[in-house]
């Protein structure tokens, strides 16, 4: 099972239990029946879904709570720390520091994404400010230096390896002298990868290990092997003191929340999921978050990073201002901000409760198709039209027909293009007063902003956010962020 059908699995258990009118026995059981299904089918190790049902169950004694309290609050809560509890192996790995020099070492299987992910990394922490640098210790495969040369320049990282030589130890030194001159903080070593696990592939990672002692190994490993990667996983930690571990292909068909569980019960911390072939398919990987999108939640603290690395910061400004006029050209700015992100999904995936219509988990390629079209029917606008304050009232029946045609659509698209305008607007409306206090906020600042915000988000939203709890815990995570830079810069205030 893709990791969003599970997500969506256990959400659509968990709904289905909220609406039944009394919470008893029978009902939790089938909630956690569905549950259990779920995490069985995305290829969960069975003693872990065992462990997380039996924990479930201790924590929500039915016949234990008093009345009056909200068991399926406590029910759901009990649901998302015990999915946080079988991803987090509880132990933090070594983070590069800016300015510092720090050596890290990928070691993997071949094909597993190793190249791939070196430079993902590299981008990654350039993006932080680092000056991050690629060294190609691989000698094995012929062709491993021609790619890692092709990502590298594709993400402007410096690189070094060769042609000629055939010892990976010596490469990875001469690379690390080299940059170690050039003042680079992050040098980053891809080694060779095999077809399995083999003496030789760890003898050779060793041998590079000994020569070059990174201050992190990192494990990288292919996620569409579910459960397997518990062994694999393991294998690796003993023969390479691998310190942390980057799961690929968790875009595919991948049995990713095997993948994870199985990783994390071997207690190494996953720090990134690879997510498609681009270089911005990257995700951090933190389990509270990660459970919190899994489950349709969202994750706002998450999704200001991806913001903030796509529309620089000089621009932020200059889009608030032009969002006080909500016009048709700033929501096609902000589709085209949202397709140069790469994968749609992840970015809609961190909206709290996102609009099924607009981008339904599971379905983000039609959403894209949606967004796509919405911006051929754009293309067929005047000027005047993209720029109209109010452009439902500019349109007449035979520009929509005007519009209609140049964009070879039907006049009904070009209404639904509308409608779906006039509903972020609307939302967009309510959400650019909304300032959320700087610094550290006041018990009486922190309750004036949940009452406006209580006001102007969706019900529905609200619901799926906690209530007035969620939001609360929402504030304290995002510190002093302005709630319209962060929806604004979206564009996409929009029936969260
Ligand atoms: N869909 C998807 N494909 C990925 C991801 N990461 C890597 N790939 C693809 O997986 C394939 C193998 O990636 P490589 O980076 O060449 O693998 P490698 O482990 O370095 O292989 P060796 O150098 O032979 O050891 C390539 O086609 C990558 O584009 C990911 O997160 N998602």
Do not use: W
Not at 32 to 42: D, G, H, N, P, V
Not at 87 to 113: E, I, R, T, Y
Not at 408 to 422: A, I, S
């Amino acid at each position: 099972m893709v990791l969003a059908q599970l997500g969506t699995s256990i959400s659509d258990a968990l709904a289905r239990m909220s609406k039944a009118t009394v919470v008893d026995e029978k009902v939790l059981g089938e909630c956690l029946k569905e549950i259990t299904r779920a995490l069985l089918q995305s290829d969960v190790r069975f003693e872990t879904v065992r462990d997380v049902q039996a924990n479930i169950k201790k924590i929500v004694s039915l016949d234990t709570l008093a009345a009056g309290t909200n068991k399926r609050r406590i029910i759901q809560q009990a649901v998302f720390s015990e999915l946080c509890r079988m991803l987090d192996p509880g132990k933090p790995a070594f983070v590069p520091k800016k300015g510092k020099p720090s050596v890290v070492m990928f070691v993997g299987l071949q094909g597993s994404g190793k190249t791939t992910t070196c430079a993902k990394y590299a981008q990654y922490y350039q993006g932080k400010g680092f000056k991050p640098s690629l060294v190609c210790a691989d000698t094995f495969r012929a062709g491993a230096f021609d790619q890692l040369k092709q990502n590298a320049t594709k993400a402007r990282v410096p690189f070094y390896g060769s042609y000629m030589e055939s010892d990976p130890a010596k490469i990875a030194v001469e690379g690390l002298e080299r940059f170690r001159k050039e003042n680079s903080d992050l040098i980053i070593i891809d080694t060779s990868g095999r077809h399995k696990q083999e003496a030789a592939l760890f003898e050779e990672m060793r041998q590079v290990a000994e020569a070059t002692k990174p201050d992190l190994v990192i494990f990288v490993m292919d996620g569409s092997i579910g459960q397997a990667a518990f062994g694999q996983a393991q294998a690796f930690k003993q023969s390479a003191s691998v310190g942390a571990v980057i799961v690929t292909k968790m875009d595919g068909h991948a049995n990713g929340g095997g993948a994870l569980s199985a990783v994390a019960a071997t207690k190494s911390p996953v720090i990134f999921i690879g997510t498609g072939e681009h270089l911005g398919d990257f995700d951090v990987f933190d389990v509270r978050p990660f459970v919190s999108r899994l489950l349709g939640m969202g994750d706002l603290p998450g999704l200001i990073d991806k913001l903030q690395d796509i529309i620089p910061a000089d621009q932020q400004q200059d889009l608030l201002e032009k969002l006080s006029t909500f016009t048709l050209r700033l929501l096609y700015e902000q589709f085209q901000n949202l397709l140069k992100m790469g994968s749609l999904g992840q970015v809609f995936s961190m909206l709290p409760g996102f609009s099924s219509e607009l981008m339904p988990k599971g379905s983000e390629k039609d959403g894209q198709a949606k967004i796509k079209r919405y911006m051929t029917i754009m293309d067929s606008m005047t000027d005047a039209e993209l720029d109209s304050p109010n452009p439902k009232k500019l349109m007449t029946e035979s520009r929509t027909i005007r519009i209609a045609r140049g964009s070879g659509r039907q006049v009904r698209d070009v209404m639904d293009m509308l409608d779906e305008y006039k509903r972020l607007a609307k939302v967009m409306g309510k959400m650019k007063n909304i300032k959320i206090p700087t610094g550290k906020m006041s018990d009486k600042n922190q309750n004036q902003t949940i009452q406006q915000l209580t006001k102007a988000l969706p019900p529905h939203m609200l619901k799926q956010m906690g209530g007035i709890p969620g939001l609360q815990d929402l504030l304290k995570k995002m510190g002093g962020k302005d709630m319209s830079q962060m929806l604004g810069g979206m564009g996409l205030g929009g029936d969260l």
